[in-house]
């Protein structure tokens, strides 16, 4: 069969695609990933065929405007709507869980982030090659709905491809039941109006599945997943890293421990910003024996007035090859990092960037004792930092308890044994009516 994968033009969200792209090519079916012209390259390292969809997105530089608003006068920013505190989905706060709050969430994802990540050219686009290349599944990053929009219009069967705890559907099933107690005339539902608008262009009616898939790969966790009503496969988390070659340094012994401090993928290419200070992250480790390996850009380095006699700092290192060496890891809770972390069973220390489910990340070390979490990101300290590490490199349950987690994780199907259950579910849906 003919399966196209589609993510906004982030890395972060492409890498979780790629192990489940190769296992379905491996298998013989024809793979794409199409994708905005600035991941089109990096799409092709990674061996596949990649397809360009409409217009850069050049999302580097429109969180640096975004920043740089954040950070100007009151006056200047008054029409900015601060996104983490009112379009949080997590529904962990009973307040954010009402018909009010809810509708105004979608109201900012629909109105600001979900047509800026899937603009009218890359769904026009998009729509024209699935029409002409016909698959027969399409598999979407779960904030990319221009893959549900082609994928209806070229009359493929199409799933959700996850990266985190499933957000959407959760917090999607309690607006819906909150909206349906009201009367007629007081509903509204603006992801609903996005999406049934977008689709109008093309004909087509606007349907729940537009919103979350046939079906969701998930490569959760059973122990951190989300109730919801829709079908979940899960799939074993594989780090996939991108080009990389390793290190000499990597297979010399350890004289003492190793502890990996990263903020990862989503500062430099999601966010456009660190949220916590890198300076009181490596302030916390100056004065520890252990050896620190962090992962910091030029620009993360340049802010910095010294850089302390343990830490060694690269730009970038495959954390998979990493990772298996160090007995602890600080970072700020993105997808890739976090399943790395979780995969190689290496306790860890969540400073959270709090973006999309990292409350639910924060909840999840704690609750199964393979880590601990930064409570509030912009007030932490380096000694509280520290003795956060000290607990975790000399208490032997945060290690045993994320080697727990580890077996959680291997014991999921890996990407080649979902493959004939992706076949299985695309034939059943295109026969079904």
Same mark, same amino acid.
């Given at each position: 069969?003919?399966?196209?994968?589609?993510?906004?033009?982030?890395?972060?969200?492409?890498?979780?695609?790629?192990?489940?792209?190769?296992?379905?090519?491996?298998?013989?079916?024809?793979?794409?990933?199409?994708?905005?012209?600035?991941?089109?390259?990096?799409?092709?390292?990674?061996?596949?065929?990649?397809?360009?969809?409409?217009?850069?997105?050049?999302?580097?530089?429109?969180?640096?405007?975004?920043?740089?608003?954040?950070? $100007?006068?009151?006056?200047? @920013?008054?029409?900015?709507?601060?996104?983490?505190?009112?379009?949080?989905?997590?529904?962990?706060?009973?307040?954010?869980?009402?018909?009010?709050?809810?509708?105004?969430?979608?109201?900012?994802?629909?109105?600001?982030?979900?047509?800026?990540?899937?603009?009218?050219?890359?769904?026009?686009?998009?729509?024209?090659?699935?029409?002409?290349?016909?698959?027969?599944?399409?598999?979407? /990053?779960?904030?990319?709905?221009?893959?549900?929009? $082609?994928?209806?219009?070229?009359?493929?069967?199409?799933?959700?491809?996850?990266?985190?705890?499933?957000?959407?559907?959760?917090?999607?099933?309690?607006?819906?039941?909150?909206?349906?107690?009201?009367?007629?005339?007081?509903?509204?539902?603006?992801?609903? /109006?996005?999406?049934?608008?977008?689709?109008?262009?093309?004909?087509?009616?606007?349907?729940?599945?537009?919103?979350?898939?046939?079906?969701?790969?998930?490569? @959760?966790?059973?122990?951190?997943?989300?109730?919801?009503?829709?079908?979940?496969?899960?799939?074993?988390?594989?780090?996939?890293?991108?080009?990389?070659?390793?290190?000499?340094?990597?297979?010399?012994?350890?004289?003492?421990?190793?502890?990996?401090?990263?903020?990862?993928?989503?500062?430099?290419?999601?966010?456009?910003?660190?949220?916590?200070?890198?300076?009181?992250?490596?302030? $916390?480790?100056?004065?520890? /024996?252990?050896?620190?390996?962090?992962?910091?850009?030029?620009?993360?380095?340049?802010?910095?007035?010294?850089?302390?006699?343990?830490?060694?700092?690269?730009?970038?290192?495959?954390?998979?090859?990493?990772?298996?060496?160090?007995?602890?890891?600080?970072?700020?809770?993105?997808?890739?990092?976090?399943?790395?972390?979780?995969?190689?069973?290496?306790?860890?220390?969540?400073?959270?960037?709090?973006?999309?489910?990292?409350?639910?990340?924060?909840?999840?070390?704690?609750?199964?004792?393979?880590?601990?979490?930064?409570?509030?990101?912009?007030?932490?300290?380096?000694?509280?930092?520290?003795?956060?590490?000290?607990?975790?490199?000399?208490?032997?349950?945060?290690?045993?308890? $994320?080697?727990?987690?580890?077996?959680?994780?291997?014991?999921?199907?890996?990407?080649? /044994?979902?493959?004939?259950?992706?076949?299985?579910?695309?034939?059943?849906?295109?026969?079904?009516?």
């Amino acid at each position: 069969m003919r399966v196209l994968f589609t993510t906004f033009a982030a890395k972060s969200h492409l890498h979780i695609q790629i192990p489940l792209a190769w296992a379905l090519r491996s298998a013989g079916h024809d793979v794409c990933v199409a994708s905005q012209p600035d991941l089109v390259e990096y799409i092709s390292h990674a061996g596949l065929t990649a397809v360009a969809v409409g217009e850069s997105l050049d999302l580097d530089v429109q969180m640096a405007g975004a920043n740089r608003r954040r950070d $100007a006068t009151e006056e200047e @920013v008054a029409d900015d709507p601060d996104f983490l505190t009112h379009a949080d989905l997590s529904g962990l706060d009973p307040e954010r869980r009402t018909y009010p709050y809810l509708r105004n969430a979608f109201a900012l994802m629909a109105g600001h982030v979900y047509p800026a990540l899937s603009s009218d050219a890359m769904i026009d686009d998009l729509v024209g090659f699935a029409r002409h290349w016909k698959p027969d599944l399409v598999l979407w /990053d779960t904030h990319t709905f221009a893959g549900a929009i $082609a994928a209806t219009a070229a009359g493929a069967v199409h799933a959700r491809l996850l990266f985190g705890a499933d957000l959407l559907a959760h917090s999607r099933k309690i607006f819906l039941r909150e909206r349906d107690l009201l009367p007629a005339a007081e509903r509204s539902d603006p992801l609903a /109006d996005w999406l049934g608008g977008v689709l109008d262009r093309y004909g087509l009616p606007f349907t729940e599945e537009v919103v979350t898939g046939r079906w969701a790969v998930d490569p @959760v966790p059973a122990s951190m997943r989300l109730p919801s009503d829709q079908h979940h496969v899960p799939v074993r988390y594989v780090p996939y890293n991108g080009p990389a070659v390793l290190p000499d340094w990597l297979s010399e012994p350890l004289e003492r421990p190793r502890v990996c401090l990263t903020l990862g993928w989503s500062g430099r290419d999601v966010l456009g910003a660190d949220r916590a200070s890198v300076g009181e992250l490596l302030a $916390a480790v100056a004065d520890l /024996d252990v050896e620190v390996v962090a992962t910091l850009s030029a620009g993360q380095l340049e802010r910095l007035e010294k850089l302390p006699d343990n830490v060694r700092a690269l730009d970038f290192v495959p954390l998979d090859a990493l990772l298996p060496t160090c007995s602890a890891v600080i970072h700020q809770g993105g997808a890739g990092t976090f399943q790395t972390t979780q995969l190689h069973g290496v306790p860890q220390i969540i400073v959270p960037d709090l973006l999309w489910d990292y409350a639910y990340k924060m909840r999840h070390v704690e609750s199964t004792g393979s880590g601990l979490a930064v409570p509030d990101v912009d007030r932490f300290t380096a000694a509280e930092l520290r003795s956060m590490l000290v607990r975790l490199l000399d208490e032997s349950s945060f290690a045993e308890n $994320a080697a727990g987690v580890r077996r959680e994780m291997l014991s999921m199907p890996a990407p080649r /044994d979902v493959v004939p259950v992706l076949e299985r579910l695309t034939a059943e849906y295109r026969r079904s009516p």
